[in-house]
């Protein structure tokens, strides 16, 4: 862990500086590590490779209304859902094979029954040799991202139903019309020579009257020339269409013009209903419906489009929005829509999540500032594009709020990192104690034993039995850092497995040879049960280090009548069940699933580090067994047991991520 000043030049004073002591050993005590994690905002779960969890946070214990040490060793697939649990299976395997960092959502199960989804961050832990040696996950509640979520997919809904209706609504007036042969009023369209919009009007009106297939025309009267027909309609302004008793002013709504001419072409109590529920639709949708002409003349409009576009609707209406940029108008929309307008009436349908087309002000957000955008061709019966009809919903809350989530994900990944960083760090310091207080350990038992064997001269028999009584302490301190160094390189570098097929009672034997003068010492009787061709696919030299572990743990807490039972046998899929039975003190009934933690020690008065059955665990777990113990109860001896695959086959069924 490096602490350096930042920005500038050190001065003599930073150059020369030092960390105190007594704070480097602080930042660099597990105990401190341990402490960052624990009180962690989010949840963290660490998996071997058979996904059983080897450690988890308070925060994410709390979530799942458990106690951490009642999931230490679960399946991890038991806190997912079952529809979930293939997706945690693929994600690993994939996360394992490349090596890399994987992000996903699953839905955990509480204690309890209830659901809880969450974003998953799980990073490889890679062993020395840069092997992987199992899972470093942060995990995050995302129920109120969820919330954000299923309103989007909502209005999402809404915006799909919204548009389908207005489709089939045009379908129905088209299809109506089609059948229709008789026309209930003539078609007027008054003019004059000076009207500027007349011709564009003219056009729209020809282009909507062309759908019907030439069967509805209109004539066209000059107010100048004819004048009484302006004065029996009323006309006040130009242009305008008469159909029957309706008057459309300006360049026609497209709309409107439909709806004229099928009030028009059919009887007023066929056509109301129709009429009535696109005029609902359009008017009251939550989102801005408008439609733009070949010509790029703004058709038609709901009131949200003024709320998109700033600007009130006599103002806009009618006007070529597309052709403003060509002659250096103030723009109606922004750019980035027009080009999306030109594609649409290319014949291309265009549908966009997120759009910015506004600068937002992330405290004080304008609406429409973000939009979900819908772009739809309108072709006649020939196939030409006359019209496009746009559908623009408001999106930018929900995008602000996705973009506060993706940040702190980022942030998520970063802690990630410097955690990763910190467990490397803690192993090396761990690494470096260890080693460095080995040594005069050593030492000091070898001048022990010389004194002992009486190479530096006679002392009394009060004076042995003291020295004997401080060998046994430095032999208990030694096994204490040896098994301390043993649990943090497995814990951080993995494990580097030659796996051979043996036999059990070879590695038993093998274990036997070297503890044994501490059995003849504690005066032991140790029996063996194993059969002679009984075979495992292991490592051996861990394997050896497991039964170690397990005979010096039975000879620790067994004191009278001392007697070891060391048994093997076939058991289902393949495996072998191996059982190392004492007759000693015993385990209580609550104790028995805790034992196997790290610095777990049922009587913290007893000699050890509380690390030699969580390695025991660690080295089985990773050859795809499993282990457990049992016991009657107090001074009822205890046994402990532990399976191995038979056979390579079996081992990478249950370990498929192991080396063979």
Known sequence: MNFTAKGGRATDEEKDYAIPENLLQVLRDSNWYKTVIEVMADGIIATDMNRRIAYINRNIAKLLRYEPEELIGKDSLTIII????????????????????????VTLKTKFGTSIPVLITATPILGKEGETIGTYALITDIRDRKLVERELRK?????????????????????????????????????????VYCAPAEEVLQEVLSAYGGKITYRKIDIEEEPEYAEKYEILSLPTIVIGDEKITSVPDVYKLHSALFSALVPEEKFRRTRQELDNIINYSPIAIFTINDEGILTSMNPLVEMLIDKKRSEVLGVKVLQQEEEKKALVFPKSLLQHFRKGLQGESISLNRLSIKRINAKNPKPFSIISLKVVPM??????????????????????????????????????????????????????????????????????????????????????????????????VSKSIIDILDYTTLETQGFTLTFKKEKVKAIAMAAMEAVGSIVIDKGFLVNFNIPDKLNVWCDKEQIVRVFKNLILNAIKFTDIDCRIEISARSVEDNFVEIAVKDNGIG????????????????????????????VVKSIVEVHGGSVWAESKGNNKGSTFYFTLPKDKKTYQKFAPQGES
């Open 82 to 105: 079952q529809e979930d649990r293939q997706k945690v299976i693929r994600e690993t395997e994939s996360r394992y094979k490349e090596k890399r960092t994987s992000q996903y959502e």
């Open 155 to 195: 209005k999402n809904d809404e915006l799909q139903t919204l548009y389908n209706n207005l489709l089939e609504l045009y379908e129905q007036l088209g299809s109506i019309i089609a059948e229709t042969t008789k026309i209930h009023a003539e078609i007027f369209l008054f003019t004059s020579k000076d009207c």
């Open 379 to 476: 072709a006649t019966k020939e196939g030409k594009i006359n019209e496009i009809l746009v559908l623009a919903e408001d999106v930018t809350t929900i995008a602000l709020q996705e973009e506060e989530l993706q940040q702190s994900y980022r942030k998520l990944e970063k802690l990630n990192k410097k955690l990763m960083q910190l467990n490397k760090e803690r192993a090396h310091f761990v690494e470096i104690t260890t080693s460095n207080l080995l040594e005069p350990l050593k030492n000091s038992k070898e001048l022990i034993d010389q004194i002992l064997s009486g190479e530096l001269g006679d002392f009394n028999e009060e004076l042995f039995g003291t020295i004997e009584y401080l060998r046994n302490n430095l032999e208990n």
């Open 587 to 614: 385990i209580a009934k609550k104790d028995l699933k805790r034992i196997f933690n790290q610095y777990v020690k049922v009587n913290p008065k007893s000699p050890g580090s509380g690390l030699g059955l969580s």
